[in-house]
């Protein structure tokens, strides 16, 4: 999915900063239990971890008891999930699918749950794309099974855009999904159809960017309806309500 904007994307650079971008330890507490919890609230044990990254959602379900498969597209991301898991002693199930072939990699109704987490939907540009994909994570998960998905508060980039670009103000909390005082990233580009993130890690001052695709107030959720999932609950940073000043938004979509 990176090859959308294959000039932009330093993936070995990312690889080296991104355990200090997110810090797992401050992730899990910034969560507080919600991604166990709704698991074990719809009876998920066999998961789909859409997108591996670095392994910190694969390791940390893996460690709870769960029957993990793990997949991403990214062979240097692949090798330092590998690295981490040995560190956690556990051992990763690895798949390297692009999404929107999942329907011929997987029988429909394989998983309990699909986790399409860390923004990363927004890797897609193609409102076709970025159906097929929903679809496909509908087809693979079993009735009454559930994907957990979450994407980043565009609506704040693209409202505030002049505000964040020209006078450097970037509102970020740092305590949900990103929470690394190491390494920052801030939005150096924001259009319609684009983010352009930059983050810089403080203790190299190595740089490395990623481009995104920004949806807009209710664009995923309306998408997820389009999938065809049957019940829809949102919430923000963990709380079960709509906030706008959010840093990131969670969708637990039940088929």
Known sequence: MKDVYPENYNSKVLVEMWADFINWDKRRLGEDGFLLNILKKFHCQKIFDACLGDG??????????????????????IQKAKENAKKHNVILNI???????????????????????????????DKKDQLKTLKNFLKIIKDNGILIIDERNYQYFLDKREEILKEGKFRYSGKYVYCGDKVHGKPIEISNDKVRMEYTDEKTGKVGYLVLYPFKRGELLNLLKKAGFIKIEQYSDYKKEYNSDADFYQYVCVK
């Open 95 to 125: 798949t390297e699918y692009d999404w929107r072939d999942l329907d011929k990699h997987f029988q429909e109704k394989s998983f309990d749950a699909v986790l399409c987490l860390g923004n990363s939907l927004t890797y897609l540009f």
């Open 56 to 77: 910190a959602d694969s390791i940390h379900l893996l460690k709870n008891g769960f029957n993990v498969t793990s997949n991403d597209l990214d062979k240097l991301f």
